[in-house]
Every structure is written in C-alpha cells, then in structure tokens.
C-alpha cells in the first residue's frame, strides 16, 4: 500500500513536470534597426564645414537597463515581460542606431558612437540623456530626453528637450510592434537632431 502511494506521487510529480515542460514558452529576442531617410540632408550637409559628428555619451534609466523588455501601465507600475528580451545591451543598440539613422539623414558627414575610435575628437559631440522610453498605459510607445551639442573647442553647450510618440496605439505585449515603434521614433529623432545641427551651422 505504502509503494503504491508512492509510485502515485511519483507519477503525479512526472506528469506535472511534462505538463510544464511541453508548455513552456520559448524566449523572444528583439533589436533596433535604423530607418532610411526619406529626405537627407545631402546639399544642406554639403555646404557647410561640418566632417564630423559623435554620440559621446547616452544615458537610458536604469529600469531599461535590463534584458528584459519594459511598459509602463495605468498606475505608472513597470511591467517586465518575461520571455520577450533585447538581443544586446539597450543602451548600446540605441546608440548604434541613432547614429546610423544621423548618417542616413547626413551622408557627408562621419557619424559615430563611443568608444568608436576618433569619436571623442568629433568637431560635434552629442550627449544624450533618455528619461523616458517605453509603452505606456495609453498603448504609445513615448520618448522623452534631453540632448545637448558640444562644438569642439568650445565649452558652452547647447541643450535640447523632445518628447516624442508613436502615432500608432500598440496592444499590451505586442513587443514586435512596439520595438518597430521604437526604431521608428529613433529616426524621427535623428530627423531633428539633422535639421538642428544644420540650422545652428548656418
């Protein structure tokens, strides 16, 4: 009697552990592309002593700092998806895609992102700081930051606020839309960023 409980238990135990291994989820890695321009920059770029721009530095809050992709929901409570993770480092794939997006949007012009070699002698430096990028409860992707242009040689900076949101409401959970919507308000970005730069040159 005492072995056929036993062997009931044990059974139990198996089936619930198959139950769970058949019906495990498998990970989901996102990363951020850049988007071609659809206006550059070429002539404006041209005609300008403009050679060479670098993002220096980028800060992102430290609960994006993570594998794991971030939203926000209605009591401004973080919500961490568990199988839907960033192939890389966030911080470091959104620096490599504004700076692609910046030399789609200014072919004459070098672009890179530390600690690329020679980016720290970049005739402009920007320095990015994230406050915000995420889903939030009214299902748009939002991008909040300041950012700042440093002119080699000189000391003041120039800084710059943007708030900017996808125009599209992504349903909760939907990572693949909401990483397209991300690269999307990056190149947005890079659009302003190109027509500052170039506004403040002439």
């Known amino acids: 009697m ?15 552990f198959l139950a769970v291994a058949c019906s495990s989820t498998r990970s989901q890695y996102y990363v951020l592309d850049s988007i071609a ?9 041209s005609s300008l002593s403009l050679s060479s721009i670098a993002i220096t530095q980028l800060e ?3 609960y994006l700092d993570r594998p794991h992709m ?6 401004n409570q973080l919500q961490i998806a568990e199988y839907d993770q960033w192939g890389g480092r966030l911080r470091d794939n959104i620096a490599r895609t504004l700076a692609d997006d910046l ?11 530390a600690p690329m070699p020679g980016s720290m002698d970049a005739e402009v430096q920007l320095l990015v700081d994230i406050r915000q990028f995420e889903r939030l409860h ?3 992707v939002h991008l ?3 950012w700042h242009v440093r002119h080699a040689q000189q000391e003041k900076m120039q800084s710059h606020l943007e708030h900017l949101q996808s125009e599209q409401s992504i349903g909760a959970g939907d990572y693949d839309a909401i990483a397209a919507a991300m690269s999307q308000l990056l190149a947005q970005l890079a659009e302003n960023m190109a027509d500052t730069l170039l506004k403040e040159r002439q």
Do not use: F
């Open 103 to 113: 030399a789609a949007r200014l072919p004459h012009v070098t672009v890179s992102a």
């Open 144 to 146: 909040k930051l300041q």
């Open 60 to 62: 992102i809050p430290n």
């Open 37 to 45: 321009a659809q206006k550059p920059a070429v002539e404006a770029a």
């Open 138 to 140: 009214d299902g748009r």
């Open 70 to 75: 971030v939203s926000r929901d209605a009591g």
């Open 2 to 16: 005492m072995q056929a409980s036993r062997m009931n238990i044990i059974l139990i135990m198996l089936s619930a």
